[in-house]
């Protein structure tokens, strides 16, 4: 049984060296703006999820994936030379949506925020003075000022 603390010092391991290799030694130009921002090791440590996202809006997420499938032979050679680890995990990608979650979800907030702000500056019934029951609002007014007619 593989220990849960040697798993997570091969996550840190996997972590920093594929974002090394993504960010900074794949040629495809396709991949210069990648970012690797998380990596899931398997129990057995024989499998890898690498959680990407890019900010380059001329390559679709599609185009991204491919691009890295077919890096895929080249990372795991790369990672073989630099760690020691008894096998080379298999590698595989995810694009990593909760950056676009989280800009949805702070625009959602800020939207309610403004409509709350507005609802809260506008005046309301309850601050004006209350209505007369013979509706003689105007004379109550300039009777109560001192004003007269």
């Known amino acids: 049984m593989t220990s849960e603390k040697r798993q997570q010092r091969v996550r840190g391991l996997l972590m920093e060296e594929l974002a090394i290799l993504v960010g900074s030694e794949l040629e495809d130009p396709k991949l210069s703006f990648v970012t690797v921002t998380d990596v899931v090791v398997s129990k057995d440590l024989h499998n890898v999820r690498v959680y990407v996202n890019h900010q380059d809006e001329n390559v679709s997420k ?14 795991r050679g790369k990672v073989a030379e630099r760690l020691t680890l008894r096998s080379v995990p298999e590698i595989s990608f995810e694009y990593d949506e909760s950056a676009l979650r989280a800009a949805r979800l702070t625009d959602i907030l800020n939207q309610i925020a ?36």
């Open 62 to 75: 599609r185009e991204l994936m491919i691009h890295l499938e077919k890096a895929i032979p080249f990372l």
């Open 114 to 149: 403004q409509e709350r702000s507005a609802t809260e500056n506008t005046p309301s019934d309850a601050s004006a003075p209350p209505a007369r029951a013979d509706g003689d609002n105007a004379n109550a007014a300039n009777s109560t000022t001192g004003d007269a007619a």
